[in-house]
């Protein structure tokens, strides 16, 4: 890996010191001597930590957090990472295409709350944020557009306000291009009760069609869902 990219991790402290302890520890693992800046609402021995305070957990703060981390940042390229997710080293040897946003479709998801424990892929993928890697500059050129053509939080449609390259044309802001791109292994992400987008379907929601007991590197199901209980 060279040094060309900085890592961005983000979070809202919701999550218990026993998880956020155990993502964190594979997140090092994972990124070797790359810089790392967190941006968080409390005070963490993280990297390089920023805390913003305790402000209202919300998505457009999220958004707000992962802008902070940007601008401070000196590499060309970002990478950002949420507290929830594990990620396999292959991931941050990924560098994006000029004026790309690209996106990490190797992602499995393991629902905390599943019984037996599996491993889930949905097809097709989505875009998300916690699989972006970008050029810092389009990142922040990006964000700083949005936020300043929308300057009132409540006159904002939330369902708009998406990972950059998403309903840009709806938002009136310039559309920007997007790329995907696939790593094996793949990212995990935990689906739990203390997500922000728990409250969309909270239980209801459905594991991906593809499922696993066991994944090369990361191993079995029943082993991983211990890094959350």
Request: with cysteine.
């Amino acid at each position: 890996m060279s040094a060309d990219l900085t890592v961005i991790y983000y979070t809202a402290n919701t999550i218990s010191d026993y998880f956020a302890a155990n993502i964190n520890k594979q997140l090092l693992k994972a990124i070797g001597d790359l810089p790392l800046i967190s941006v968080s609402k409390k005070p963490i021995d993280f990297g390089h930590n920023i805390c913003v305070g305790d402000t209202p957990r919300s998505h457009l703060n999220t958004y707000r957090q992962a802008l902070t981390g940007a601008k401070a940042a000196k590499t060309k390229y970002l990478a950002f990472v949420e507290d929830d997710t594990l990620y396999s080293p292959e991931h941050f040897n990924h560098r994006s295409s000029p004026g790309k946003f690209a996106y990490n479709f190797g992602v499995w998801s393991i629902f905390t709350w599943s019984k037996p424990p599996l491993f889930s892929h949905k097809a097709g993928g989505r875009r998300a944020m916690l699989n972006l890697i970008c050029e810092r500059d389009l990142f922040v050129e990006a964000m700083e557009e949005r936020f300043a053509k929308h300057p009132v939080d409540d006159n904002i449609n939330l369902s708009l306000w998406a990972e950059p390259s998403k309903y840009e044309r709806q938002l009136g802001v310039t559309v920007r291009e997007h790329e995907i791109f696939f790593t094996n292994p793949p990212n995990l992400v935990f689906i739990h009760e203390t997500a922000l987008a728990f409250g969309n379907l909270g239980k209801r929601k459905k594991l991906g069609e593809f499922r696993a007991v066991e994944i090369p590197y990361w191993g079995r199901a029943e082993d991983i869902i211990k890094m959350y209980k």
